[in-house]
């Protein structure tokens, strides 16, 4: 992936795809729970990320399998898909630290004390 920030759905569809490879409905009702329903996909929406992530090489192709007469394409997170999910969470908890270290040192302008 290059240097640029990772997506909320790219890096929900990454996690999702830690434990075990899924199907397009198995990662949209994954991620849904990840997110505790913050990050809602789309059919069109997750083939959208999908094909950018496996142009990237984070993600490929595990198997297809026949389901109800309709192929169902299975997907994983590949070794180069770990390492940038590593990465960007690194750098979102990174993020957070700063942020919660600067509101913990910020003083209300009304009594001159830490919020």
């Known amino acids: 992936m290059s240097s640029r920030a990772m997506t909320e759905p790219a890096f929900f569809?990454?996690?999702?795809?830690?434990?075990?490879?899924?199907?397009?409905?198995?990662?949209?009702?994954?991620?849904?729970?990840l997110s505790q329903g913050r990050v809602q996909l789309?059919?069109?929406?997750?083939?959208?990320?999908?094909?950018?992530?496996?142009?990237?090489g984070l993600v490929e192709l595990d198997r297809e399998e026949a389901w109800q007469g309709r192929l169902r394409r299975y997907y994983r997170v590949t070794e180069q898909g770990r390492a940038a999910l590593a990465t960007e969470a690194h750098r979102l908890a990174a993020n957070a630290r700063l942020?919660?270290?600067?509101?913990?040192e910020q003083r209300s302008p009304i009594t001159g004390t830490s919020s």
């Open 42 to 56: 789309k059919i069109g929406s997750l083939y959208g990320v999908l094909d950018r992530l496996v142009g990237d």
């Open 13 to 33: 569809i990454l996690t999702a795809l830690l434990d075990t490879p899924r199907h397009g409905y198995g990662i949209v009702s994954e991620v849904a729970d």
């Open 99 to 104: 942020a919660s270290t600067r509101l913990h």
